[in-house]
């Protein structure tokens, strides 16, 4: 394979790695399916699992994190089947549709939700990444007063990572993302290519 890889002109080879990446989301539907069906069977349990976490932890070899996105997934999926072909298009990721399920579980203790409000929300959540998604379901939680289990705001970070060298990190929200847009617009004709650093850097030199 390695010398078969080695060959591949760098089309090639760039386009196999997004073949590939789409056989993984189409897999990940195929699986789901098949975890669905085991649930309905209660097969699990025949072959001697108490549960479809120990299923997926003991039998199947997930890490607790792997195994609970894709437990969420399971449980969505039960209610808004589509969530299986959005999974393998790209529209919705693995991690997105756990933070939305933990939502609507908790959301799901304090009141009735629709089936059109949690499709309503899984909709929402197509294309975004894992922290967009994060963000947008700690909005909607904070909105309905709910505490979801390990979903927290993001505290601002300074790390040293070497010497003159740190690594900031910070969450903001849409507002700041538009100006953020509209600082790389006027600093387009200093330096089209500019990095978040340099751009940042110059905003702030300016400023003060």
Known sequence: MQNQLRLMSNDTLWNSIHSARQREREV??????????VDRRGLHLDRGYS???????EGLGYEPASAHRRLQALRAAKAVPEIKDQVASGALTL????????????????????????????????????VQAERLILQRASEENLSIKGLTERPDQVRTVGPQRSELRFTAGPDFEKKLA??????????????????????VSHAL
């Open 28 to 37: 990940l539907k195929e699986l789901l399916e098949f975890l669905l069906e």
């Open 182 to 203: 509209r600082l790389r617009a006027l600093y387009f004709h200093h330096n089209p290519n500019a990095s978040m650093v340099e751009l940042l850097d110059w905003a």
């Open 51 to 57: 549960s479809m976490w120990a299923l997926l932890t």
């Open 95 to 130: 991690s997105s549709v756990a933070v939305g399920q933990s939502y609507v579980q908790a959301l799901t203790r304090k009141r009735p939700v629709s089936l059109e409000e949690t499709r309503e929300l899984f909709t929402s959540l197509q294309a975004l990444t894992k």
